[in-house]
Protein backbone atom coordinates (compact mmCIF):
# COMPACT_ATOMS: atom_id res chain seq x y z
CA UNK A 1 0.00 0.00 0.00
CA UNK A 2 1.35 3.35 -0.78
CA UNK A 3 -0.30 6.57 0.52
CA UNK A 4 1.09 10.15 -0.46
CA UNK A 5 -0.59 13.42 -0.51
CA UNK A 6 -2.93 12.81 -3.60
CA UNK A 7 -3.87 10.11 -1.39
CA UNK A 8 -2.85 7.38 -3.39
CA UNK A 9 -4.15 3.87 -2.87
CA UNK A 10 -1.74 1.69 -4.65
CA UNK A 11 0.14 1.78 -7.37
CA UNK A 12 2.69 -0.83 -8.87
CA UNK A 13 4.03 -1.72 -12.12
CA UNK A 14 5.07 -5.18 -14.35
CA UNK A 15 7.57 -5.08 -17.45
CA UNK A 16 6.59 -6.41 -20.27
CA UNK A 17 9.11 -8.29 -22.69
CA UNK A 18 8.15 -7.79 -26.65
CA UNK A 19 7.52 -11.07 -28.21
CA UNK A 20 6.90 -12.81 -25.07
CA UNK A 21 3.56 -14.81 -26.32
CA UNK A 22 4.22 -17.22 -23.74
CA UNK A 23 3.47 -14.84 -20.81
CA UNK A 24 1.03 -12.87 -23.06
CA UNK A 25 -1.88 -11.63 -20.71
CA UNK A 26 0.16 -12.39 -17.37
CA UNK A 27 0.53 -8.66 -16.51
CA UNK A 28 -3.29 -8.05 -17.01
CA UNK A 29 -4.66 -11.22 -15.59
CA UNK A 30 -2.51 -10.01 -12.10
CA UNK A 31 -3.79 -6.50 -11.73
CA UNK A 32 -7.04 -7.74 -12.48
CA UNK A 33 -6.14 -9.92 -9.23
CA UNK A 34 -4.49 -6.92 -7.78
CA UNK A 35 -7.60 -4.76 -8.56
CA UNK A 36 -10.19 -7.06 -7.48
CA UNK A 37 -8.99 -7.88 -4.05
CA UNK A 38 -9.34 -4.04 -3.76
CA UNK A 39 -12.53 -3.84 -4.33
CA UNK A 40 -13.09 -2.40 -7.51
CA UNK A 41 -16.35 -3.07 -9.20
CA UNK A 42 -17.21 -5.39 -11.12
CA UNK A 43 -17.78 -3.86 -14.53
CA UNK A 44 -15.72 -1.34 -14.07
CA UNK A 45 -12.90 -3.77 -13.25
CA UNK A 46 -14.02 -6.27 -16.31
CA UNK A 47 -13.67 -3.06 -18.75
CA UNK A 48 -9.89 -2.05 -17.44
CA UNK A 49 -8.59 -5.36 -17.00
CA UNK A 50 -9.92 -5.74 -21.59
CA UNK A 51 -8.31 -2.44 -22.08
CA UNK A 52 -4.71 -3.35 -20.11
CA UNK A 53 -5.15 -6.42 -21.94
CA UNK A 54 -5.01 -5.03 -25.15
CA UNK A 55 -2.14 -2.54 -24.16
CA UNK A 56 -0.32 -4.98 -23.30
CA UNK A 57 -0.83 -7.35 -25.94
CA UNK A 58 0.26 -4.26 -28.34
CA UNK A 59 3.61 -4.22 -26.59
CA UNK A 60 4.25 -7.94 -26.86
CA UNK A 61 3.46 -7.71 -30.59
CA UNK A 62 4.86 -5.01 -31.59
CA UNK A 63 7.48 -3.60 -28.85
CA UNK A 64 10.85 -5.01 -27.99
CA UNK A 65 9.99 -4.28 -24.38
CA UNK A 66 7.63 -1.90 -22.30
CA UNK A 67 6.00 -1.18 -18.63
CA UNK A 68 3.11 -1.31 -17.44
CA UNK A 69 2.36 0.79 -14.29
CA UNK A 70 -1.04 1.48 -12.35
CA UNK A 71 -2.43 4.17 -9.85
CA UNK A 72 -5.51 3.81 -7.87
CA UNK A 73 -6.97 6.73 -5.87
CA UNK A 74 -10.34 7.16 -4.73
CA UNK A 75 -11.39 8.41 -7.75
CA UNK A 76 -9.73 6.53 -10.72
CA UNK A 77 -7.80 3.72 -12.24
CA UNK A 78 -4.83 5.14 -14.08
CA UNK A 79 -2.88 2.63 -16.04
CA UNK A 80 -0.01 3.80 -18.46
CA UNK A 81 1.50 1.49 -20.91
CA UNK A 82 4.75 2.98 -22.61
CA UNK A 83 6.88 0.91 -25.02
CA UNK A 84 9.65 1.14 -27.20
CA UNK A 85 8.55 0.32 -30.32
CA UNK A 86 8.00 1.32 -33.78
CA UNK A 87 5.83 3.95 -32.73
CA UNK A 88 2.32 4.37 -34.63
CA UNK A 89 2.30 6.62 -37.75
CA UNK A 90 -1.00 7.37 -38.00
CA UNK A 91 -3.17 6.96 -34.79
CA UNK A 92 -6.47 7.71 -36.60
CA UNK A 93 -5.82 5.45 -39.03
CA UNK A 94 -5.18 2.63 -36.11
CA UNK A 95 -7.80 2.95 -34.31
CA UNK A 96 -10.21 1.79 -37.02
CA UNK A 97 -11.50 -1.34 -36.08
CA UNK A 98 -10.23 -4.11 -38.19
CA UNK A 99 -7.09 -2.01 -39.36
CA UNK A 100 -4.13 -4.11 -38.48
CA UNK A 101 0.17 -3.86 -39.64
CA UNK A 102 0.89 -7.48 -37.30
CA UNK A 103 2.37 -9.82 -39.20
CA UNK A 104 0.82 -12.95 -40.73
CA UNK A 105 2.42 -15.14 -38.21
CA UNK A 106 0.94 -12.87 -35.54
CA UNK A 107 -2.70 -13.37 -37.00
CA UNK A 108 -2.06 -17.07 -36.84
CA UNK A 109 -1.69 -17.19 -33.20
CA UNK A 110 -5.16 -15.79 -32.36
CA UNK A 111 -3.99 -11.63 -32.41
CA UNK A 112 -3.30 -8.98 -34.51
CA UNK A 113 -7.46 -8.72 -35.83
CA UNK A 114 -6.86 -5.00 -35.61
CA UNK A 115 -9.45 -4.85 -32.55
CA UNK A 116 -7.18 -3.38 -29.58
CA UNK A 117 -6.98 0.22 -29.80
CA UNK A 118 -10.79 0.39 -30.67
CA UNK A 119 -11.32 -2.14 -27.59
CA UNK A 120 -9.14 0.14 -25.43
CA UNK A 121 -11.04 3.05 -26.44
CA UNK A 122 -14.38 1.26 -25.91
CA UNK A 123 -13.59 0.34 -22.09
CA UNK A 124 -11.19 3.12 -20.76
CA UNK A 125 -13.54 6.60 -19.82
CA UNK A 126 -10.17 8.80 -21.26
CA UNK A 127 -7.84 7.07 -23.34
CA UNK A 128 -4.58 9.49 -24.55
CA UNK A 129 -2.05 7.49 -26.78
CA UNK A 130 1.22 9.89 -27.39
CA UNK A 131 3.44 8.23 -30.02
CA UNK A 132 6.43 8.98 -32.23
CA UNK A 133 7.64 6.90 -35.03
CA UNK A 134 10.76 5.10 -34.63
CA UNK A 135 10.65 5.61 -30.26
CA UNK A 136 7.74 4.13 -29.17
CA UNK A 137 4.40 4.55 -28.04
CA UNK A 138 2.74 5.03 -24.66
CA UNK A 139 -0.90 4.84 -24.02
CA UNK A 140 -2.86 5.75 -21.20
CA UNK A 141 -6.12 4.86 -19.76
CA UNK A 142 -8.44 6.37 -17.36
CA UNK A 143 -11.28 3.95 -15.82
CA UNK A 144 -12.99 5.86 -13.04
CA UNK A 145 -14.05 4.71 -9.91
CA UNK A 146 -16.62 7.44 -8.38
CA UNK B 1 -29.10 -24.33 -21.65
CA UNK B 2 -26.46 -25.62 -18.75
CA UNK B 3 -23.08 -25.90 -19.42
CA UNK B 4 -23.81 -29.90 -18.67
CA UNK B 5 -25.96 -29.78 -21.58
CA UNK B 6 -23.62 -28.37 -23.37
CA UNK B 7 -21.05 -31.10 -22.78
CA UNK B 8 -23.64 -33.30 -23.37
CA UNK B 9 -24.99 -32.12 -27.03
CA UNK B 10 -20.98 -31.72 -28.07
CA UNK B 11 -19.97 -34.93 -26.76
CA UNK B 12 -17.65 -33.83 -24.63
CA UNK B 13 -14.47 -34.16 -22.37
CA UNK B 14 -14.09 -32.50 -19.65
CA UNK B 15 -10.42 -31.25 -18.89
CA UNK B 16 -10.75 -28.88 -16.16
CA UNK B 17 -13.89 -29.26 -13.72
CA UNK B 18 -14.25 -25.65 -12.07
CA UNK B 19 -17.87 -27.22 -9.90
CA UNK B 20 -19.66 -24.72 -12.43
CA UNK B 21 -21.57 -27.58 -15.26
CA UNK B 22 -24.69 -26.87 -13.76
CA UNK B 23 -24.31 -22.90 -14.70
CA UNK B 24 -27.03 -21.23 -16.99
CA UNK B 25 -25.07 -20.63 -19.87
CA UNK B 26 -26.33 -17.65 -22.13
CA UNK B 27 -24.30 -16.99 -25.00
CA UNK B 28 -21.80 -18.07 -26.76
CA UNK B 29 -18.69 -16.60 -28.48
CA UNK B 30 -17.32 -18.43 -31.17
CA UNK B 31 -13.59 -17.28 -32.63
CA UNK B 32 -10.07 -17.71 -32.82
CA UNK B 33 -9.40 -14.18 -32.70
CA UNK B 34 -8.48 -12.61 -28.99
CA UNK B 35 -9.56 -9.24 -29.76
CA UNK B 36 -12.97 -10.42 -30.84
CA UNK B 37 -13.75 -12.37 -27.53
CA UNK B 38 -13.35 -8.75 -26.00
CA UNK B 39 -15.60 -6.69 -27.99
CA UNK B 40 -18.25 -8.68 -26.97
CA UNK B 41 -20.26 -8.56 -24.12
CA UNK B 42 -19.70 -11.65 -22.22
CA UNK B 43 -21.32 -12.82 -18.75
CA UNK B 44 -22.78 -16.29 -18.31
CA UNK B 45 -20.97 -17.39 -21.64
CA UNK B 46 -18.52 -20.01 -23.16
CA UNK B 47 -15.54 -19.46 -25.46
CA UNK B 48 -15.55 -21.63 -28.57
CA UNK B 49 -12.19 -21.97 -30.12
CA UNK B 50 -9.71 -24.06 -32.05
CA UNK B 51 -6.76 -21.88 -30.76
CA UNK B 52 -5.83 -24.21 -28.49
CA UNK B 53 -3.38 -21.84 -26.51
CA UNK B 54 -2.76 -20.74 -22.35
CA UNK B 55 -3.75 -16.80 -23.89
CA UNK B 56 -6.91 -18.49 -24.90
CA UNK B 57 -7.92 -19.20 -21.39
CA UNK B 58 -5.88 -16.15 -19.79
CA UNK B 59 -8.42 -13.96 -22.66
CA UNK B 60 -11.34 -15.72 -21.52
CA UNK B 61 -10.13 -14.95 -17.61
CA UNK B 62 -9.86 -11.07 -18.53
CA UNK B 63 -13.85 -11.66 -20.55
CA UNK B 64 -14.82 -13.49 -17.56
CA UNK B 65 -16.24 -16.52 -19.77
CA UNK B 66 -17.05 -19.18 -17.49
CA UNK B 67 -15.64 -22.26 -19.92
CA UNK B 68 -13.57 -22.60 -22.77
CA UNK B 69 -14.49 -25.54 -25.29
CA UNK B 70 -11.83 -26.57 -27.14
CA UNK B 71 -12.59 -28.10 -31.07
CA UNK B 72 -11.18 -30.70 -32.88
CA UNK B 73 -10.12 -33.08 -29.65
CA UNK B 74 -7.23 -30.99 -29.03
CA UNK B 75 -6.44 -30.56 -25.76
CA UNK B 76 -4.69 -27.75 -24.19
CA UNK B 77 -1.06 -28.48 -22.09
CA UNK B 78 -0.52 -28.65 -18.24
CA UNK B 79 0.12 -25.13 -17.70
CA UNK B 80 -3.06 -23.63 -19.49
CA UNK B 81 -5.03 -26.40 -17.37
CA UNK B 82 -3.42 -25.30 -14.39
CA UNK B 83 -4.22 -21.32 -14.90
CA UNK B 84 -7.96 -22.14 -16.18
CA UNK B 85 -8.70 -24.38 -12.77
CA UNK B 86 -6.71 -21.82 -10.58
CA UNK B 87 -9.10 -18.67 -12.09
CA UNK B 88 -12.20 -21.11 -12.26
CA UNK B 89 -12.74 -21.29 -15.79
CA UNK B 90 -13.64 -25.00 -16.64
CA UNK B 91 -12.22 -26.31 -19.85
CA UNK B 92 -14.18 -28.93 -22.61
CA UNK B 93 -13.07 -30.53 -25.61
CA UNK B 94 -14.86 -31.88 -28.14
CA UNK B 95 -14.49 -34.18 -30.62
CA UNK B 96 -16.57 -31.80 -33.11
CA UNK B 97 -15.49 -28.71 -35.47
CA UNK B 98 -16.05 -25.30 -34.63
CA UNK B 99 -18.60 -25.04 -37.41
CA UNK B 100 -20.32 -28.06 -36.24
CA UNK B 101 -20.13 -27.57 -32.37
CA UNK B 102 -21.73 -23.75 -33.20
CA UNK B 103 -24.74 -25.49 -35.38
CA UNK B 104 -25.52 -27.87 -32.70
CA UNK B 105 -25.64 -25.56 -29.94
CA UNK B 106 -27.57 -22.86 -31.92
CA UNK B 107 -29.89 -25.59 -32.51
CA UNK B 108 -30.33 -26.09 -29.04
CA UNK B 109 -31.15 -22.59 -28.88
CA UNK B 110 -27.79 -20.79 -27.90
CA UNK B 111 -27.21 -18.08 -29.52
CA UNK B 112 -24.37 -15.28 -29.91
CA UNK B 113 -23.29 -13.38 -26.85
CA UNK B 114 -24.34 -9.55 -27.76
CA UNK B 115 -21.82 -6.80 -28.33
CA UNK B 116 -20.31 -4.96 -25.01
CA UNK B 117 -23.01 -2.29 -24.33
CA UNK B 118 -21.50 0.72 -22.36
CA UNK B 119 -24.41 2.38 -20.89
CA UNK B 120 -22.88 2.14 -17.39
CA UNK B 121 -19.63 3.62 -18.83
CA UNK B 122 -19.26 7.12 -17.08
CA UNK B 123 -19.40 10.33 -18.32
CA UNK B 124 -19.89 8.38 -21.93
CA UNK B 125 -23.30 9.66 -24.07
Not at chain 1, 14 to 30: M, P, Q, R
Not at chain 1, 100 to 113: D, I, L
Not at chain 2, 55 to 68: F, G, K, L, M, S
Not at chain 2, 85 to 112: D, H, Q, W
Request: glycine share 8%; aromatic share 6%; charged share 25%.
Amino acid sequence: MVKDKTQKILSGSFNILGGDFSNSGIASTELKSILSKIGIDGKKLRRASIATFEAEMNVIIYANAGTLRYEVDGRELKITVQDMGPGIEDINLAMTEGYSTAPEWVREMGWGAGMGLPNMKKNADELKINSVVGEGTTVELVINLS
Amino acid sequence: MTLKDIIDTLKAEVIVDCNNISRTIKCACATDLMSEVLYYSISNAILITGLVRSHAVRTADVAEIDAVIFTKSKKPDSETIEFARNKGISIVVTPLSTFAACGMLYEKGLRCCPEEEMKEKSGKG
